[in-house]
């Protein structure tokens, strides 16, 4: 297969090919031999050549099973991770020894230790240039070799992921304490599974190793989810989850076999080893897209999305919405960086695919009426933007321009981490109403703010935020994005990527009907039910969390150069750039000037507010109802609700969203008939396409049920058949 | 500094003389006396001496919005060139920075709005929001193309980059940006045929009754914040569409105020002769705006 014309070099990872062999193996006991240290320089910005790993401390080496496993360790940071990652997997096991409610207390303990730890490792190694190794483990013949390297990838995406696991082990005993709630055993144990697996899955090198980390990741995500046996809704999301999550390894699987197919070993490729050219690689990328793309959320395939998110308690939602995501995006950047070469339409269907997402997915959360469903579809939003940024630096690397690569993969890069810290804040927030309202349904809650002050201000935050509104941290993300179109708008002769900006205007402009919507309706008002009047404040330990996330988000958005400073080694060892071309570049946002305009806004606000107090001190204040227009009877449930708010932005849309009512109908016989109202968002591509289409493959497939009917006797017939079948086939 | 001295004042004390401006246009075709142009001054410091009456209903969000959405428009409004003057504050990426200022100040409001748990308040937010999230694409379009011609990402240099030279070479397109900008500036500040200015208990209308129930300094904080609004989205239609420039800059500043004046009396004529146009229409005529813009943009693409 060759792409004689427009296929343009990729520069993605060149500097890799220098130092991306195994350079030596390890002393002279056999043992020890397959042990390979390797110095990971992947960063020119900071890797001082010489600088190679501490010194070997301790040496372990263990037998099980003929599987000969020889470990170095070295108190360095990648072996933090490491151990944190193992501690966080072996957190939930004094629940079984030691009883659900000490054990739960014992597990946050453990993880937000290990969390602790690890978020010091990452640190470290991103702004100390603490030296990292690759840590292996020979697996069984076939499989290669299982390593683990931390790169400035992996780093990219496990800063986030400390601080968000460190702030639902926080919030987890609270939220479901083991004394009052079912499950808190299994909920614990899979947490820091699930933890510990997203952990690996960002660190392993080995396809096979990744699978594995991957389906634990997966699997310990669907015992989470229903944690709550007792709903069957959750139950139907959980199975819908199962399948589309098998659905995608499937196609990892294929994509890992392919891979060994091509370079005879499961382990990664080195980066930009494979040629284009090389058999498959249009597969591998197609199966990568399928399967990493189905576990991002990526329109058409995040079917399963919106119910598993709203399913799950709300501690696991956050960490599903703000980490597992953003697995399936660190697993399709991984892909792309083994080729040398992209075809020109990978850029463009990430492009396409991302800005579809980001639009479709924002207007089905326009439409949601469940808390929870809100903001699993905004995630689905998220993904598209951030793959949108992803899309436009391969359209750029096709193009040859490096601003759009370097804004496009920073501003994808900084809404990766943005979009941790404040989809998991809203997800704890939501955690909280739902604690002390006892209801996700938006149109029953109201006046939320009066009865818990502290969550509100901090859900506002949180809002504003995923909003991209200045001075919190979801602008910068979006200004590199919005910079990165434009400037393609000005330079290029035909500049298709810059419709990106407007594209980017219209998702901002739904996301902030959604979000008034979400604070609005829920928040302020009146009560628009008994279940609504009945919330109260969390307690502490559930409101630290989101004040931690708050907190980051107020931070990186007062300081985003904290932000660049933390995504810029990814973008210029994922560009193949110099940190130089990055610094001359990337000022084309200028980050000074932005501050000082956030600043301004800060002090010009906190000014007429400390005015507008001080003159509400000296004039009488009245308090009185609200003026309804002359109308004195009026009730909480006149109230304009979520569903209206959002009506007039649903009807426009109904490309990707629209609304089923069943209205009531009132004629009786000689006085009106009872009557019922029931509202819908019914989504389009789920709908119209998906659910037909299930449809009728279960139609299709319900012939072969005939073959399968549970006589034992004949099952070892298919068997022996089979066989022979291969036998015949191979020896032909 | 001059320059910036003079832009602050503009900024602070011309504003609600356009909207008496407006109303004294809309008084002659009328054929009214019409209030005094100084009228709105004359009610903001009213406003400022008088007490508040607070809904049982607000918590502390109602108190914070019209202080949040005036602080954010009077930072925009540094963000925004006057005339042939570069702006206080310029970067490059200003331009994003402006549109987002903007959505700040709308959320705020409409937040406050559906603080007071009145039906009424909830519907206008409602309205507001939703329209300008078809005005925003529109005003991308129009950056770009603005962008493309100046080759600049600051929105002091694009603005002032539009010259009477600029129109003779790219006429067409700048002519569609124009009239796409006009319905831009007509749709954020509420006018006609948007949205009434003047009725404040019907259902057609839209900002009017998201601040019904603020009173006292607050309720001034919203009608200078509104009057800031149009006066800074007034200086962008006014530097693309009245690019003219003498050299001198006491004169320039002349030219910019007696042509916000202009702008004005060119709102109040529309409002006077055109009538409000119905709900589901409006988000028509918004995408209408928006293929205008993106019809400029691939004009210049020659």
Redesign the interface.
């Known amino acids: 297969m060759s792409f004689p014309k427009g296929v343009i070099g990729n520069p993605v990872f060149q500097l890799f090919q220098k130092t991306g062999s195994p350079i030596e193996s390890f002393g002279d006991d056999p043992l020890f031999a397959r042990a390979h240290r390797r110095p990971l320089n992947a960063d020119p910005f900071r890797y001082k050549p010489g600088v190679t790993s501490r010194q070997v401390k301790r040496r372990v080496a263990v037998a099980i099973n003929n599987c000969e496993i020889s470990v170095d360790i070295s108190f360095d940071s990648t072996y933090l991770i490491l151990a944190s990652a193992f501690i966080m997997a072996v957190s939930g096991v004094p629940c079984i020894l030691a009883g659900a409610v000490a054990g739960q207390r014992i597990a946050m303990l453990l993880t937000m230790l290990a969390s602790i730890a690890g978020e010091y490792a990452a640190v470290s190694i991103l702004f100390f240039n603490a030296s990292t190794t690759a840590y292996s483990v020979e697996l069984p013949q076939p499989f290669g070799e299982a390593a683990f390297t931390v790169d400035n990838l992996s780093l990219l995406f496990l800063l986030p992921l400390y601080l968000v696991v460190f702030c639902a082990a926080i919030y987890s005993p609270a939220y479901w304490p083991a004394r009052k709630k079912r499950g808190a055993t299994r909920l614990t144990i899979f947490t820091g599974l699930f933890a510990a697996s997203m952990i690996a899955v960002t660190i392993a090198r080995n396809g096979v190793l990744f699978l594995m980390a991957w389906e634990v990741m997966a699997i310990s995500a669907y015992f989470l989810l229903t944690a709550d046996q007792q709903n069957q809704e959750t139950e139907r999301s959980g199975r819908v989850y199962l399948i589309a999550t098998h659905f995608g390894t499937m196609a990892l699987l294929i994509m890992f076999a392919l891979l060994c197919a091509i370079t005879g070993t499961f382990d990664f490729p080195p980066r930009c080893s494979l040629a284009l050219a090389s058999p498959y690689s249009t597969a591998i990328i197609l199966a990568a897209l399928f399967g990493f793309g189905g576990k991002a959320g990526l329109m058409p395939m995040h079917f399963w999305l919106p119910g598993a998110h709203a399913g799950a308690p709300s501690h696991i939602s956050a960490m599903m919405s703000g980490l597992m995501l953003k697995m399936g995006i660190y697993g399709i950047l991984r892909v792309l960086t083994f080729f040398n070469l992209l075809p020109p339409w990978v850029g463009w269907t990430f492009l396409i695919l991302g800005a579809w997402s980001a639009v479709g997915g924002i207007a089905v959360a326009a439409a949601q009426r469940d808390l929870k469903r809100l903001l699993a579809c905004s995630s689905i939003e998220n993904v598209g933007i951030i793959f949108t940024g992803i899309g436009m630096s391969l359209v750029g690397m096709q193009i040859h321009s490096q601003l759009l690569i370097i804004c496009g993969l920073t501003g994808a890069f900084i809404h990766v981490i943005n979009h941790s810290l404040f989809k998991s804040l809203l997800f704890m927030g939501s955690g909280v109403i739902i604690h002390g309202a006892g209801t996700r349904e938006i149109d029953l809650l109201?006046?939320v703010?009066?009865r818990m002050?502290v969550a509100?201000a901090l859900f506002?935050a949180g809002t504003?935020a995923i909003?991209?509104?200045?001075p919190l941290n979801g602008?910068i993300g979006?200004?590199y994005l919005?910079?990165g179109?434009?400037?393609d708008?000005?330079s290029n002769?035909?500049?298709l990527t810059?419709v990106v900006?407007?594209?980017?205007?219209?998702v901002?402009?739904?996301a902030?009907?959604t979000?008034?919507?979400l604070?609005?309706?829920v928040?302020?008002?009146?009560p628009r039910s008994d279940r609504g009047a009945g919330s109260h404040e969390a307690p502490l330990q559930m409101t630290v969390p989101i004040m931690i996330l708050a907190f980051a988000c107020l931070f990186f958005g007062l300081y985003p150069v904290a932000l660049v400073r933390l995504v810029s080694p990814a973008v210029i060892s994922t560009a193949a750039l110099s940190a130089e071309t990055f610094d001359m570049v990337s000022s084309?946002?200028?980050l000074a000037?932005?501050m000082?305009?956030n600043g301004?806004?800060i002090l010009?606000?906190l000014f007429?507010?400390y005015l507008?107090l001080l003159?509400?001190k000296k004039?009488?204040?009245?308090?009185?109802?609200?003026?309804?227009?002359g109308y004195p009877a009026r009730t909480?449930r006149?109230?304009?609700t979520g569903t209206?708010?959002?009506?007039?932005?649903v009807s426009?849309l109904g490309t990707f969203v629209s609304s089923s009512k069943v209205s009531p109908d009132m004629h009786g016989d000689l006085l009106p008939a009872k009557a019922s109202f029931a509202y819908e968002a019914t989504e389009t591509v789920l709908n119209q396409i998906l659910t037909p289409l299930f449809r009728w493959t279960g139609w299709g497939f319900s012939y072969l049920r005939r073959i399968q009917h549970g006589q034992l006797q004949v099952y070892i017939l298919y068997i022996i058949a089979t066989l022979f079948t291969l036998m015949l086939w191979r020896g032909r | 500094m001059t320059d910036t001295i003079i832009h602050l004042l503009a900024v602070i004390i011309v504003p609600p003389l356009l909207m008496g401006v407006i109303v004294k246009t809309k008084a002659a075709f009328a054929g009214r006396a019409g209030a005094p142009c100084f009228q709105l001054y004359y009610d903001l410091f009213k406003l400022?001496r008088?007490?508040?009456?607070?809904?049982?209903?607000?918590?502390?969000?109602f108190?914070?919005g019209?202080?949040?959405t005036?602080?954010?428009v009077?930072?925009a409004s540094?963000?925004v060139p006057l005339g042939r003057h570069a702006a206080p504050?310029?970067?490059?990426?200003?331009?994003?920075?402006f549109?987002?200022?903007l959505?700040?100040a709308?959320?705020f409001t409409?937040?406050a709005?559906?603080?007071?748990?009145?039906?009424?308040?909830?519907?206008g937010?409602?309205?507001e929001?939703?329209f300008?999230?078809?005005a925003?694409?529109?005003?991308?379009?129009a950056?770009?193309t603005l962008?493309?011609l100046s080759?600049?990402?600051t929105l002091s240099r694009i603005l002032t980059h539009v010259t009477p030279d600029v129109w003779l070479a790219a006429g067409a397109s700048m002519l569609l940006l124009v009239g796409a900008i006009f319905i831009i500036l007509l749709a954020e500040n509420c006018r006609i045929p948007f949205d009434d200015p003047n009725t404040h208990?019907e259902l057609t209308m839209i900002h009017e009754v998201m601040v019904?129930?603020h009173s006292?300094?607050?309720f001034a904080?919203i009608l200078y914040g509104a009057a800031v609004k149009l006066f800074v989205l007034g200086a962008l239609f006014v530097n693309i569409a009245f690019p003219f420039s003498t050299g001198n800059s006491i004169l320039d500043w002349g030219i910019f105020i007696a042509a916000m004046l202009g702008l004005a009396v060119a709102i109040g004529v529309v409002e006077s002769v055109m009538a409000r146009i119905r709900i589901v229409r409006i988000?028509q005529l918004l995408v209408g705006a928006?293929i205008l813009s993106?019809f400029a943009?691939l004009l210049m693409?020659r």
């Not at chain 1, 928040?523 to 009146?526: D, N, P, S, V, Y």
């Not at chain 1, 209206?644 to 932005?649: E, P």
């Not at chain 2, 008088?50 to 969000?61: A, L, N, Q």
């Not at chain 2, 709005?113 to 519907?123: I, R, V, W, Y």
């Open positions: 109201g006046g703010a009066r002050p509100s506002l504003i909003c991209g509104f200045p602008f979006e200004l919005y910079a179109a434009i400037q708008g000005i002769p035909l500049p810059a900006a407007p594209l980017l205007a219209l901002g402009g739904v902030a009907i979000f008034v919507k604070y609005g309706i928040f302020l008002g009146q084309v946002v200028p000037p932005v000082l305009a301004l806004l010009l606000g007429t507010g507008y003159k509400l004039e009488p204040c009245e308090k009185n109802s609200t003026w309804g227009c909480p006149m109230q304009y209206s708010f959002s009506g007039l932005i426009q | 400022m008088k007490g508040t009456v607070f809904s049982e209903t607000t918590t502390w969000v108190r914070a019209p202080v949040v005036l602080a954010a009077l930072v540094l963000l504050i310029s970067f490059s990426g200003d331009l994003v920075f549109v987002y200022l959505g700040l709308r959320f409409a937040i709005a559906l603080d007071t748990g009145s039906s009424f308040e909830g519907m937010a409602a309205r929001v939703t300008s999230c078809f925003e694409p529109a005003l991308f379009f950056f770009i962008a493309r080759n600049s990402l208990l019904l129930d006292g300094p607050a904080m988000p928006t993106a943009m693409l």
